[in-house]
């Protein structure tokens, strides 16, 4: 069983930062492409991040790119999101998800995911 716990989300004003943190438990973590979504009251769940098992590859929702970064700490299995440059239209809920595949932006290819930390940004 795999369990995948976020936090570090809250309220921030335009321009901050906040960094969210993804603790896996279970075996394996460092096997597997790990990904953050979000999903905005009354929106879709939205690609944000996605990072490969060993971390050498990463990619970026063009929304986040250049102010956005994911790492991973195999040895902590803890995914990270670095979030720099915060925006309003950034508010939402954060997921992170483990991937079934190396990695993907797709959010059926991840098959555990975590309940989610909530990040607000006031303008």
């Known amino acids: 069983q795999v369990q995948l716990v976020e936090s570090g989300g809250g309220l921030v004003q335009a321009g901050g930062s906040l960094r969210l943190s993804c603790a896996a438990s279970g075996r394996a973590f460092r096997s597997y492409g790990m990904g953050w979504f979000r999903q905005a009251p009354g929106k879709g769940r939205e690609f944000v991040a996605a990072?490969?098992?060993?971390?050498?590859?990463?990619y970026y929702a063009d929304s986040v790119k250049g102010r956005f970064t994911i790492s991973r700490d195999n040895a902590k299995n803890t995914v990270y999101l670095q979030m720099n440059s915060l925006k309003p239209e950034d508010t939402a809920d954060y997921y992170c998800a483990r991937s079934s595949t190396s990695w993907s932006t797709e959010p059926y290819e991840y098959d555990y995911w975590g309940q989610g930390t909530q990040v607000t940004v006031s303008s």
């Open positions: 990072i490969s098992w060993s971390g050498g590859t990463t």
